[in-house]
Antibody, heavy 117, light 110 residues
Framework: EVQLVESGGGLVQPGGSLRLSCTASGLTFSRYHMTWVRQAPGKGLEWVSFISYSSDNIDYADSVRGRFTISRDNAKNSLYLQMNGLRADDTAVYYC??????????WGQGTLVIVSS | QSALTQPPSASGSPGQSVTISCTGTSSDVGGYKYVSWYQKHPGKAPKLMIYEVTKRPSGVPDRFSGSKSGNTASLTVSGLQAEDEADYFCSSYAGGNRYAFGTGTEVTVL
């Protein structure tokens, strides 16, 4: 059974930082591109960031570029999202998801990030 | 990338069919064959139901089917069952490494 488990969410003040983690099991992690997707309260899903299986191709949504950094450790079957300069509009449930051949096939249950003073 | 438009809700009685639309643009839905549909129950991870417009992953019942015409994709659930009650959302590859997502549809089994 494939599982993606996110962690690291929580309450943070504006301007603060958080590091999200996603641990994968049940799939050959090193063969999958990975993606972060978020959903703000009452809003639709938003693609946030992409990292290729070998980390040589990375991309960000304009809304987070320069503030968020995606990375992965294939030896640990783990994906990360370092979030700096957090703003109120970054408040959302953050999902990690596997990306293969232009489809997102597996998702985690999400971790909630709340940016508030 | 802009959100793909879905109706907020849909419903049907057990055994009936329900169809959900997903409208985008030529830069996403209309431009690629990579449209997916997901089922999400509260508190659970989204589950892939349809990919590449019409394909079903192993284990997904054939009651679920997908189609596309122009910039609009559709998911049809035939023979509705109680366990089909969930939120459904679409996704389309949008070029580069990016995806556009639907606004989501809550399906109720009456």
């Amino acid at each position: 059974e494939v599982q993606l488990v996110e962690s690291g969410g929580g309450l943070v003040q504006p301007g603060g930082s958080l590091r999200l983690s996603c641990t994968a099991s049940g799939l050959t992690f090193s063969r999958y591109h990975m993606t972060w997707v978020r959903q703000a309260p009452g809003k639709g899903l938003e693609w946030v960031s992409f990292i290729s299986y070998s980390s040589d191709n990375i991309d960000y949504a304009d809304s987070v570029r320069g503030r968020f950094t995606i990375s992965r450790d294939n030896a640990k079957n783990s994906l990360y999202l370092q979030m700096n300069g957090l703003r109120a509009d970054d408040t959302a449930v953050y999902y990690c998801a596997s990306d293969l051949a232009h489809k997102i096939d597996w998702w985690g249950q999400g971790t909630l990030v709340i940016v508030s003073s | 990338q802009s959100a793909l438009t879905q109706p907020p809700s849909a419903s049907g009685s057990p055994g009936q069919s329900v169809t959900i639309s997903c409208t985008g643009t030529s830069s996403d839905v209309g431009g690629y064959k990579y449209v997916s549909w997901y089922q999400k129950h509260p508190g659970k991870a989204p589950k892939l139901m349809i990919y590449e417009v019409t394909k079903r992953p192993s284990g997904v019942p054939d009651r679920f089917s997908g189609s596309k015409s122009g910039n609009t994709a559709s998911l049809t659930v035939s023979g509705l069952q109680a366990e089909d009650e969930a939120d459904y959302f679409c996704s389309s590859y949008a070029g580069g490494n990016r995806y556009a997502f639907g606004t989501g549809t809550e399906v109720t089994v009456l």
